[in-house]
Protein backbone atom coordinates (compact mmCIF):
# COMPACT_ATOMS: atom_id res chain seq x y z
CA UNK A 1 0.00 0.00 0.00
CA UNK A 2 1.76 3.21 -0.91
CA UNK A 3 -0.25 6.74 0.70
CA UNK A 4 0.17 10.30 -0.12
CA UNK A 5 -0.48 13.05 2.08
CA UNK A 6 -3.12 15.70 1.70
CA UNK A 7 -3.91 17.80 4.71
CA UNK A 8 -5.48 15.85 7.19
CA UNK A 9 -6.53 13.13 4.71
CA UNK A 10 -4.58 10.31 3.98
CA UNK A 11 -5.47 9.02 -0.24
CA UNK A 12 -4.06 5.56 -0.55
CA UNK A 13 -3.57 3.69 -3.82
CA UNK A 14 -2.40 0.23 -4.84
CA UNK A 15 -4.42 -1.72 -2.03
CA UNK A 16 -6.17 -4.97 -1.70
CA UNK A 17 -9.57 -4.41 -0.95
CA UNK A 18 -12.12 -6.50 -0.62
CA UNK A 19 -15.86 -5.10 -0.89
CA UNK A 20 -19.07 -5.98 -0.83
CA UNK A 21 -22.49 -5.03 -1.91
CA UNK A 22 -25.31 -5.83 0.01
CA UNK A 23 -28.90 -6.01 -2.06
CA UNK A 24 -30.41 -3.42 -1.77
CA UNK A 25 -27.39 -2.27 -3.88
CA UNK A 26 -27.89 -4.44 -6.57
CA UNK A 27 -31.48 -4.44 -6.99
CA UNK A 28 -32.26 -4.40 -10.46
CA UNK A 29 -30.82 -4.09 -13.75
CA UNK A 30 -29.45 -0.33 -13.38
CA UNK A 31 -28.14 -0.49 -9.97
CA UNK A 32 -26.10 -3.31 -11.15
CA UNK A 33 -24.60 -1.32 -13.94
CA UNK A 34 -23.90 1.84 -11.22
CA UNK A 35 -22.21 -0.56 -8.86
CA UNK A 36 -20.34 -1.66 -11.72
CA UNK A 37 -18.96 1.74 -12.57
CA UNK A 38 -17.80 2.02 -8.99
CA UNK A 39 -15.86 -1.59 -8.79
CA UNK A 40 -14.52 -0.21 -12.52
CA UNK A 41 -13.10 3.26 -10.74
CA UNK A 42 -11.38 1.13 -7.87
CA UNK A 43 -9.79 -0.73 -10.22
CA UNK A 44 -8.71 1.97 -12.39
CA UNK A 45 -7.34 3.90 -9.56
CA UNK A 46 -4.65 1.62 -9.10
CA UNK A 47 -6.62 -0.86 -6.36
CA UNK A 48 -6.61 -5.30 -6.45
CA UNK A 49 -10.26 -5.75 -5.94
CA UNK A 50 -12.46 -8.70 -4.91
CA UNK A 51 -16.03 -7.94 -4.72
CA UNK A 52 -18.44 -10.28 -2.74
CA UNK A 53 -21.99 -9.70 -3.99
CA UNK A 54 -25.17 -10.62 -2.40
CA UNK A 55 -28.79 -11.56 -4.01
CA UNK A 56 -30.74 -8.94 -5.77
CA UNK A 57 -33.16 -7.21 -3.60
CA UNK A 58 -35.58 -9.18 -1.53
CA UNK A 59 -34.57 -12.11 -3.72
CA UNK A 60 -33.74 -14.26 -1.17
CA UNK A 61 -36.54 -13.51 1.01
CA UNK A 62 -38.63 -14.09 -2.47
CA UNK A 63 -36.92 -17.85 -2.95
CA UNK A 64 -37.95 -19.01 0.60
CA UNK A 65 -41.72 -17.67 0.20
CA UNK A 66 -41.64 -19.71 -3.13
CA UNK A 67 -39.91 -22.81 -1.74
CA UNK A 68 -43.01 -22.23 1.68
CA UNK A 69 -45.49 -22.84 -1.59
CA UNK A 70 -44.08 -25.80 -2.06
CA UNK A 71 -43.44 -27.34 1.18
CA UNK A 72 -43.92 -26.04 4.76
CA UNK A 73 -40.78 -28.13 5.72
CA UNK A 74 -38.27 -28.55 2.80
CA UNK A 75 -35.32 -30.81 3.16
CA UNK A 76 -32.22 -28.39 4.22
CA UNK A 77 -29.94 -29.22 1.15
CA UNK A 78 -32.32 -28.67 -1.30
CA UNK A 79 -33.57 -25.29 0.02
CA UNK A 80 -29.68 -24.45 0.18
CA UNK A 81 -29.10 -25.20 -3.47
CA UNK A 82 -32.02 -22.81 -3.94
CA UNK A 83 -30.69 -19.64 -1.86
CA UNK A 84 -27.57 -19.59 -3.49
CA UNK A 85 -28.89 -19.37 -7.00
CA UNK A 86 -30.13 -15.73 -5.84
CA UNK A 87 -26.30 -14.89 -5.55
CA UNK A 88 -25.34 -16.67 -8.36
CA UNK A 89 -27.56 -14.54 -10.30
CA UNK A 90 -25.94 -11.02 -9.03
CA UNK A 91 -22.03 -11.98 -9.64
CA UNK A 92 -22.74 -12.83 -13.32
CA UNK A 93 -24.62 -9.84 -13.96
CA UNK A 94 -22.27 -7.34 -12.19
CA UNK A 95 -18.98 -9.42 -13.73
CA UNK A 96 -20.62 -8.64 -17.44
CA UNK A 97 -21.45 -5.13 -16.40
CA UNK A 98 -18.08 -4.62 -15.33
CA UNK A 99 -16.68 -6.24 -18.56
CA UNK A 100 -18.47 -3.73 -20.55
CA UNK A 101 -16.82 -1.39 -19.11
CA UNK A 102 -13.72 -2.56 -20.52
CA UNK A 103 -12.24 -3.87 -16.80
CA UNK A 104 -11.87 -7.46 -16.90
CA UNK A 105 -13.87 -9.60 -14.49
CA UNK A 106 -14.57 -13.06 -13.58
CA UNK A 107 -17.19 -14.53 -11.40
CA UNK A 108 -17.07 -17.03 -8.86
CA UNK A 109 -19.40 -19.67 -6.91
CA UNK A 110 -18.51 -19.93 -3.40
CA UNK A 111 -17.35 -23.00 -3.87
CA UNK A 112 -15.21 -21.97 -6.60
CA UNK A 113 -14.07 -19.09 -4.86
CA UNK A 114 -12.62 -21.80 -2.04
CA UNK A 115 -15.12 -21.17 0.69
CA UNK A 116 -15.40 -23.82 2.95
CA UNK A 117 -17.61 -24.64 5.60
CA UNK A 118 -19.09 -27.37 8.01
CA UNK A 119 -21.89 -29.29 7.32
CA UNK A 120 -24.44 -26.98 9.13
CA UNK A 121 -26.96 -26.68 6.53
CA UNK A 122 -29.09 -22.76 6.40
CA UNK A 123 -26.04 -21.47 9.22
CA UNK A 124 -22.90 -22.65 8.10
CA UNK A 125 -19.78 -21.56 9.24
CA UNK A 126 -16.71 -21.02 7.21
CA UNK A 127 -14.16 -23.12 8.63
CA UNK A 128 -11.23 -22.27 5.67
CA UNK A 129 -10.75 -20.29 3.00
CA UNK A 130 -8.34 -21.37 0.21
CA UNK A 131 -8.68 -18.84 -2.30
CA UNK A 132 -6.57 -19.89 -4.84
CA UNK A 133 -8.75 -18.94 -8.53
CA UNK A 134 -8.91 -15.49 -6.68
CA UNK A 135 -5.23 -15.48 -6.01
CA UNK A 136 -4.81 -16.20 -10.04
CA UNK A 137 -7.54 -13.64 -10.83
CA UNK A 138 -5.65 -11.12 -8.82
CA UNK A 139 -2.21 -11.56 -10.71
CA UNK A 140 -4.01 -11.67 -13.93
CA UNK A 141 -4.69 -8.15 -13.41
CA UNK A 142 -8.82 -9.06 -13.36
CA UNK A 143 -11.09 -7.99 -11.09
CA UNK A 144 -13.25 -11.41 -9.55
CA UNK A 145 -16.49 -11.52 -8.33
CA UNK A 146 -17.64 -13.95 -5.62
CA UNK A 147 -21.12 -15.12 -4.88
CA UNK A 148 -21.70 -14.43 -0.94
CA UNK A 149 -23.78 -15.81 1.17
CA UNK A 150 -22.50 -19.53 0.66
CA UNK A 151 -19.71 -22.38 0.44
CA UNK A 152 -19.17 -25.85 0.26
CA UNK A 153 -19.04 -28.48 3.07
CA UNK A 154 -15.93 -31.21 2.50
CA UNK A 155 -17.76 -33.53 4.89
CA UNK A 156 -20.54 -34.38 1.53
CA UNK A 157 -19.26 -31.90 -1.12
CA UNK A 158 -22.71 -30.12 -1.09
CA UNK A 159 -23.25 -26.72 -0.91
CA UNK A 160 -24.12 -24.78 2.06
CA UNK A 161 -25.28 -21.24 3.31
CA UNK A 162 -24.36 -19.62 6.08
CA UNK A 163 -27.29 -18.10 7.36
CA UNK A 164 -29.16 -14.43 6.51
CA UNK A 165 -26.43 -11.34 6.07
CA UNK A 166 -24.14 -14.02 5.25
CA UNK A 167 -22.62 -12.38 2.88
CA UNK A 168 -21.15 -10.21 5.21
CA UNK A 169 -18.91 -12.86 6.29
CA UNK A 170 -17.66 -14.51 2.93
CA UNK A 171 -16.52 -10.90 2.29
CA UNK A 172 -14.39 -10.46 5.76
CA UNK A 173 -13.27 -14.07 5.49
CA UNK A 174 -12.17 -13.39 2.11
CA UNK A 175 -10.42 -10.37 3.22
CA UNK A 176 -8.60 -12.11 5.78
CA UNK A 177 -7.60 -14.99 3.78
CA UNK A 178 -6.36 -12.86 0.89
CA UNK A 179 -4.27 -10.53 3.44
CA UNK A 180 -6.71 -7.76 2.03
CA UNK A 181 -5.96 -3.58 3.53
CA UNK A 182 -9.57 -3.27 3.85
CA UNK A 183 -12.64 -5.04 3.88
CA UNK A 184 -15.65 -2.20 2.56
CA UNK A 185 -19.23 -3.00 3.39
CA UNK A 186 -21.43 -0.96 1.09
CA UNK A 187 -25.19 -0.57 2.20
CA UNK A 188 -27.85 1.44 1.71
CA UNK A 189 -27.03 3.42 4.74
CA UNK A 190 -24.24 5.82 5.30
CA UNK A 191 -22.18 3.46 7.68
CA UNK A 192 -22.49 2.05 11.25
CA UNK A 193 -25.74 4.71 13.29
CA UNK A 194 -26.39 5.16 16.79
CA UNK A 195 -29.80 3.38 15.93
CA UNK A 196 -31.20 1.96 12.47
CA UNK A 197 -31.89 5.55 10.67
CA UNK A 198 -35.38 3.63 9.75
CA UNK A 199 -37.14 3.81 12.90
CA UNK A 200 -34.31 7.15 14.26
CA UNK A 201 -34.36 9.78 11.65
CA UNK A 202 -32.54 11.69 14.11
CA UNK A 203 -29.78 8.67 14.38
CA UNK A 204 -25.95 9.80 14.34
CA UNK A 205 -23.61 8.27 12.04
CA UNK A 206 -20.56 6.65 14.26
CA UNK A 207 -17.23 7.19 12.74
CA UNK A 208 -15.34 4.86 14.61
CA UNK A 209 -16.24 1.88 16.62
CA UNK A 210 -14.61 -1.11 18.00
CA UNK A 211 -15.25 -4.63 17.62
CA UNK A 212 -16.28 -4.98 20.72
CA UNK A 213 -19.06 -2.81 20.81
CA UNK A 214 -19.85 -3.45 17.07
CA UNK A 215 -20.19 -7.42 18.54
CA UNK A 216 -22.79 -6.37 20.90
CA UNK A 217 -24.82 -4.11 18.43
CA UNK A 218 -24.77 -7.41 16.05
CA UNK A 219 -25.80 -9.77 18.44
CA UNK A 220 -28.53 -7.63 19.54
CA UNK A 221 -30.11 -7.27 15.94
CA UNK A 222 -28.32 -4.29 14.77
CA UNK A 223 -28.38 -5.96 10.80
CA UNK A 224 -26.24 -3.41 9.22
CA UNK A 225 -22.99 -6.32 9.72
CA UNK A 226 -23.81 -9.86 10.50
CA UNK A 227 -22.54 -11.27 13.46
CA UNK A 228 -20.43 -13.60 12.85
CA UNK A 229 -18.30 -11.25 9.86
CA UNK A 230 -17.66 -8.93 13.09
CA UNK A 231 -16.33 -12.15 15.34
CA UNK A 232 -14.14 -13.33 12.06
CA UNK A 233 -12.68 -9.62 11.32
CA UNK A 234 -11.70 -9.18 15.11
CA UNK A 235 -10.39 -13.04 15.31
CA UNK A 236 -8.30 -11.88 11.78
CA UNK A 237 -7.44 -8.18 12.63
CA UNK A 238 -9.70 -7.22 9.70
CA UNK A 239 -10.49 -3.62 9.39
CA UNK A 240 -13.90 -3.25 8.11
CA UNK A 241 -15.61 -0.32 6.37
CA UNK A 242 -18.97 0.05 6.34
CA UNK A 243 -20.40 2.59 3.86
CA UNK A 244 -23.65 3.44 1.19
CA UNK A 245 -22.96 2.41 -1.98
CA UNK A 246 -24.97 5.16 -3.24
CA UNK A 247 -22.73 7.90 -1.94
CA UNK A 248 -18.90 8.78 -2.22
CA UNK A 249 -18.93 10.10 1.74
CA UNK A 250 -16.83 7.82 4.72
CA UNK A 251 -18.23 5.32 6.52
CA UNK A 252 -17.55 3.92 9.39
CA UNK A 253 -14.76 1.67 10.35
CA UNK A 254 -14.90 -1.11 12.82
CA UNK A 255 -11.57 -1.62 14.31
CA UNK A 256 -9.59 -2.92 17.50
CA UNK A 257 -9.52 -0.10 19.95
CA UNK A 258 -5.68 -0.11 20.21
CA UNK A 259 -6.15 0.21 16.23
CA UNK A 260 -8.21 3.35 16.22
CA UNK A 261 -5.65 5.71 14.43
CA UNK A 262 -4.15 3.15 12.29
CA UNK A 263 -4.90 4.57 8.44
CA UNK A 264 -7.50 2.13 5.93
CA UNK A 265 -7.72 3.02 2.35
CA UNK A 266 -10.78 4.99 1.29
CA UNK A 267 -11.02 6.03 5.23
CA UNK A 268 -10.62 10.21 6.02
CA UNK A 269 -8.59 10.26 9.01
CA UNK A 270 -9.61 13.19 11.03
CA UNK A 271 -6.44 14.30 13.07
CA UNK A 272 -6.46 12.65 16.77
CA UNK A 273 -9.03 14.69 19.20
CA UNK A 274 -6.28 16.69 21.32
CA UNK A 275 -9.04 18.27 23.39
CA UNK A 276 -9.36 16.10 26.58
CA UNK A 277 -12.87 17.28 27.76
CA UNK A 278 -14.23 15.85 24.67
CA UNK A 279 -14.49 12.32 25.96
CA UNK A 280 -15.42 9.25 24.04
CA UNK A 281 -19.36 8.74 24.57
CA UNK A 282 -20.56 6.56 26.80
CA UNK A 283 -23.17 4.65 24.70
CA UNK A 284 -22.42 3.71 20.89
CA UNK A 285 -26.00 2.78 20.27
CA UNK A 286 -29.30 1.63 20.76
CA UNK A 287 -30.33 -1.56 18.64
CA UNK A 288 -33.61 -3.49 18.67
CA UNK A 289 -34.58 -7.17 17.42
CA UNK A 290 -38.14 -8.29 16.79
CA UNK A 291 -37.10 -11.84 15.60
CA UNK A 292 -37.30 -13.55 19.06
CA UNK A 293 -40.38 -14.88 21.34
CA UNK A 294 -40.66 -16.13 24.54
CA UNK A 295 -41.87 -19.22 26.02
CA UNK A 296 -42.75 -19.53 29.63
CA UNK A 297 -42.81 -22.70 31.72
CA UNK A 298 -46.01 -21.97 33.96
CA UNK A 299 -45.97 -23.92 37.66
CA UNK A 300 -42.64 -25.32 37.76
CA UNK A 301 -41.47 -27.12 40.51
CA UNK A 302 -39.13 -25.47 42.21
CA UNK A 303 -36.58 -28.53 43.39
CA UNK A 304 -33.41 -29.00 42.29
CA UNK A 305 -32.46 -30.15 39.00
CA UNK A 306 -35.74 -28.67 37.16
CA UNK A 307 -33.82 -26.06 35.38
CA UNK A 308 -31.09 -28.10 34.18
CA UNK A 309 -33.67 -30.79 32.75
CA UNK A 310 -35.82 -27.93 30.97
CA UNK A 311 -32.80 -26.49 29.20
CA UNK A 312 -31.58 -30.08 28.14
CA UNK A 313 -34.47 -30.27 26.75
CA UNK A 314 -34.55 -26.87 25.11
CA UNK A 315 -30.81 -27.79 23.91
CA UNK A 316 -32.08 -31.16 22.42
CA UNK A 317 -34.19 -29.09 20.63
CA UNK A 318 -31.44 -27.05 18.76
CA UNK A 319 -32.57 -23.80 20.16
CA UNK A 320 -30.42 -21.13 20.93
CA UNK A 321 -31.84 -19.16 23.85
CA UNK A 322 -30.82 -15.81 24.57
CA UNK A 323 -32.58 -14.57 27.86
CA UNK A 324 -33.53 -16.44 30.91
CA UNK A 325 -35.81 -15.24 33.70
CA UNK A 326 -36.96 -17.33 36.68
CA UNK A 327 -39.21 -16.05 39.61
CA UNK A 328 -39.28 -16.35 43.01
CA UNK A 329 -41.69 -19.66 43.58
CA UNK A 330 -44.95 -18.74 45.97
CA UNK A 331 -44.72 -19.85 49.47
CA UNK A 332 -47.64 -21.50 49.08
CA UNK A 333 -47.38 -23.86 46.32
CA UNK A 334 -43.88 -24.39 45.84
CA UNK A 335 -44.24 -23.66 41.93
CA UNK A 336 -42.23 -21.31 40.18
CA UNK A 337 -42.58 -19.90 36.10
CA UNK A 338 -39.41 -20.10 33.99
CA UNK A 339 -39.35 -17.98 31.20
CA UNK A 340 -36.75 -17.19 27.97
CA UNK A 341 -36.32 -15.93 24.46
CA UNK A 342 -35.24 -17.91 21.72
CA UNK A 343 -35.57 -16.79 18.01
CA UNK A 344 -38.72 -16.93 15.98
CA UNK A 345 -37.86 -19.90 13.68
CA UNK A 346 -36.79 -22.63 17.15
CA UNK A 347 -40.37 -21.47 18.32
CA UNK A 348 -42.54 -24.52 17.37
CA UNK A 349 -39.49 -27.18 17.73
CA UNK A 350 -39.16 -26.25 21.52
CA UNK A 351 -42.53 -26.50 22.55
CA UNK A 352 -42.86 -29.68 21.00
CA UNK A 353 -39.97 -30.88 23.28
CA UNK A 354 -40.99 -29.73 25.97
CA UNK A 355 -44.66 -30.81 25.59
CA UNK A 356 -43.16 -33.68 25.40
CA UNK A 357 -41.91 -33.77 28.71
CA UNK A 358 -44.52 -32.25 30.53
CA UNK A 359 -45.35 -35.12 32.62
CA UNK A 360 -41.86 -36.31 33.71
CA UNK A 361 -41.00 -32.57 34.78
CA UNK A 362 -44.78 -31.77 36.12
CA UNK A 363 -45.05 -28.24 34.88
CA UNK A 364 -48.78 -27.22 34.72
CA UNK A 365 -48.84 -25.58 31.17
CA UNK A 366 -46.81 -23.70 28.35
CA UNK A 367 -47.29 -20.29 27.33
CA UNK A 368 -45.95 -19.04 23.80
CA UNK A 369 -45.54 -15.33 22.97
CA UNK A 370 -44.21 -14.29 19.52
CA UNK A 371 -45.43 -10.22 20.03
CA UNK A 372 -42.05 -9.30 21.84
CA UNK A 373 -39.35 -6.88 20.89
CA UNK A 374 -35.94 -6.44 22.58
CA UNK A 375 -33.94 -3.51 22.86
CA UNK A 376 -30.52 -3.49 23.96
CA UNK A 377 -28.21 -0.32 24.77
CA UNK A 378 -24.71 -0.95 24.06
CA UNK A 379 -20.88 1.08 24.95
CA UNK A 380 -17.88 0.43 26.89
CA UNK A 381 -18.32 3.59 28.74
CA UNK A 382 -21.32 1.99 30.40
CA UNK A 383 -18.11 -0.23 32.80
CA UNK A 384 -16.85 2.76 34.46
CA UNK A 385 -20.16 4.91 34.44
CA UNK A 386 -23.15 4.32 37.30
CA UNK A 387 -26.45 5.19 36.58
CA UNK A 388 -27.22 4.06 33.07
CA UNK A 389 -29.53 1.32 34.21
CA UNK A 390 -32.04 4.26 35.68
CA UNK A 391 -31.64 6.63 33.09
CA UNK A 392 -32.69 4.02 30.58
CA UNK A 393 -35.95 2.61 32.92
CA UNK A 394 -36.32 6.11 33.59
CA UNK A 395 -37.02 6.96 29.71
CA UNK A 396 -39.26 3.61 29.65
CA UNK A 397 -41.23 4.44 31.56
CA UNK A 398 -41.71 8.19 30.79
CA UNK A 399 -42.70 6.67 27.49
CA UNK A 400 -45.22 4.35 29.29
CA UNK A 401 -43.79 1.20 28.24
CA UNK A 402 -43.53 -1.78 30.66
CA UNK A 403 -40.24 -4.07 31.13
CA UNK A 404 -41.04 -7.60 30.69
CA UNK A 405 -37.65 -8.75 30.73
CA UNK A 406 -33.77 -7.60 31.86
CA UNK A 407 -30.32 -8.96 30.96
CA UNK A 408 -27.17 -6.98 31.15
CA UNK A 409 -23.57 -8.08 29.94
CA UNK A 410 -20.50 -5.69 30.73
CA UNK A 411 -20.78 -3.01 27.75
CA UNK A 412 -24.84 -3.99 26.93
CA UNK A 413 -28.57 -3.38 28.74
CA UNK A 414 -31.46 -5.74 26.97
CA UNK A 415 -35.15 -4.82 27.78
CA UNK A 416 -38.15 -7.26 26.67
CA UNK A 417 -41.02 -5.08 25.64
CA UNK A 418 -44.54 -5.43 23.39
CA UNK A 419 -43.55 -5.85 19.89
CA UNK A 420 -45.65 -3.03 19.18
CA UNK A 421 -43.81 -0.43 21.78
CA UNK A 422 -40.41 -1.65 20.41
CA UNK A 423 -40.10 1.40 17.45
CA UNK A 424 -41.14 4.35 20.61
CA UNK A 425 -39.05 2.58 22.98
CA UNK A 426 -35.82 3.12 20.82
CA UNK A 427 -36.20 6.33 19.76
CA UNK A 428 -37.34 7.21 23.74
CA UNK A 429 -34.06 6.01 24.93
CA UNK A 430 -31.88 7.46 22.08
CA UNK A 431 -32.99 10.43 22.81
CA UNK A 432 -32.62 10.45 26.71
CA UNK A 433 -28.97 9.38 26.41
CA UNK A 434 -28.22 12.46 24.21
CA UNK A 435 -27.90 10.53 20.74
CA UNK A 436 -30.24 12.49 18.61
CA UNK A 437 -28.44 14.55 15.90
CA UNK A 438 -29.07 17.94 15.33
CA UNK A 439 -27.52 18.24 11.99
CA UNK A 440 -30.24 16.49 9.48
CA UNK A 441 -31.80 13.19 9.14
CA UNK A 442 -30.28 10.35 8.26
CA UNK A 443 -30.53 9.18 4.82
CA UNK A 444 -32.14 5.96 4.00
CA UNK A 445 -30.79 5.71 0.45
CA UNK A 446 -32.86 2.46 -0.69
CA UNK A 447 -33.62 -1.14 0.31
CA UNK A 448 -37.50 -2.40 2.29
CA UNK A 449 -35.72 -3.03 5.48
CA UNK A 450 -37.38 -7.16 4.97
P1 LIG B 1 -27.55 -5.08 2.83
O1 LIG B 1 -28.64 -5.50 1.88
O2 LIG B 1 -26.66 -4.02 2.24
O3 LIG B 1 -26.79 -6.22 3.42
P2 LIG B 1 -29.02 -4.84 5.31
O4 LIG B 1 -30.47 -4.59 5.12
O5 LIG B 1 -28.59 -6.22 5.67
O6 LIG B 1 -28.28 -4.32 3.99
O7 LIG B 1 -28.41 -3.85 6.39
C1 LIG B 1 -28.58 -2.46 6.26
C2 LIG B 1 -29.76 -2.01 7.10
O8 LIG B 1 -29.47 -2.23 8.48
C3 LIG B 1 -30.08 -0.54 7.03
O9 LIG B 1 -30.89 -0.23 5.92
C4 LIG B 1 -30.77 -0.27 8.36
O10 LIG B 1 -32.18 -0.26 8.22
C5 LIG B 1 -30.39 -1.49 9.23
N1 LIG B 1 -29.78 -1.12 10.52
C6 LIG B 1 -30.16 -1.61 11.72
N2 LIG B 1 -29.45 -1.06 12.69
C7 LIG B 1 -28.59 -0.20 12.12
C8 LIG B 1 -27.58 0.68 12.64
N3 LIG B 1 -27.31 0.77 13.94
N4 LIG B 1 -26.89 1.45 11.75
C9 LIG B 1 -27.14 1.37 10.43
N5 LIG B 1 -28.08 0.56 9.89
C10 LIG B 1 -28.80 -0.22 10.73
N1 LIG C 1 -28.91 -12.91 0.36
C1 LIG C 1 -28.67 -13.36 1.72
C2 LIG C 1 -29.74 -12.78 2.64
O1 LIG C 1 -30.65 -12.10 2.19
C3 LIG C 1 -27.30 -13.04 2.22
C4 LIG C 1 -26.98 -11.56 2.32
O2 LIG C 1 -27.67 -10.71 1.74
O3 LIG C 1 -25.99 -11.24 2.99
O4 LIG C 1 -29.70 -13.03 3.81
MG1 LIG D 1 -26.97 -7.47 5.18
New binding site residues.
Given amino acids: MRETEAGDRLVASMALVVQKY??SSVADAHSVKRVAKRIAEAKRAGNDVVVVV??MG????ELLDLAQQITPLPPQRELDIL?TA??RISMALLAMAINNLGVKAKSFTGQQAGVITDAVHGRARIVDVVPHRIRETIEKGQVAIVA??QGVTTETNDVT????????T?AVALAAGLGADVCEIYTDVDGVFTADPRIVPAARKIDRVTYEEMLELAASGAKVL?LRSVEYARRYGVPVHVRSSFSAASGTLVTAAEAAHTPVPGVIVTAPQEDAAVEAPIISGVAHDRSESKITVVGVPDVPGTAARIFEVVAGAGANIDMIVQNVSAAATGLTDISFTLPDGDGPGTMAALAGVQAEIGFASLQYDDQIGKLSLVGAGMRSHPGVSARLFGALRDAGINIEMISTSEIRISVVTREDSLDDAVRAVHSAFGLDTTDGEAVVYAGTGR
Fill in positions: GGSADTTDLGEGFTLGRGGSDTA
